[in-house]
């Protein structure tokens, strides 16, 4: 079994900035990419950012230069660092990762979001 549990959302002014982290837990041996994704109402699903083991990172257009996703292996914990924050931004931020567990096939986990709102 594995669990993503985030954190960090909430009710920021425009021009602030929010700290996401979401943390990894359960059998698992190494966590191959992780990724945020995010919804805002009435919208799909987007990619925000991905980082993979090797710290290799990608960023959609939209937050470039104002997000910035990292990484703790030995924690299982992934960051999204957001400043500059507009109101189209507001969303649900989802994380995702991609984790190896010891006798399966890799397999991408959700967490189970957390709301951003960005008031003008």
């Known amino acids: 079994q594995v669990q993503l549990v985030e954190s960090g959302g909430g009710l920021v002014q425009a021009g602030g900035s929010l700290r996401l982290s979401c943390s990894a837990s359960?059998?698992?041996?190494?966590?191959?990419?992780w990724g945020w994704y995010r919804q805002a109402p009435g919208k799909q699903r987007e990619l925000v950012a991905t980082?993979?083991?090797?710290?290799?990172?990608n960023y959609a257009d939209s937050v470039k230069g104002r997000f910035t996703i990292s990484r703790d292996n030995a924690q299982n914990t992934v960051y999204l660092e957001m400043n500059s924050l507009k109101p189209e931004d507001t969303a649900v931020y989802y994380c995702?990762?991609?984790?190896?567990?010891?006798?399966?096939?890799?397999?991408?986990?959700w967490g189970q979001g957390t709301q951003v709102t960005v008031s003008t």
């Open positions: 359960g059998s698992i041996f190494s966590i191959d990419v």
């Open positions: 995702t990762a991609e984790i190896r567990r010891i006798g399966f096939r890799p397999d991408d986990y």
């Open positions: 980082i993979t083991s090797g710290g290799n990172t």
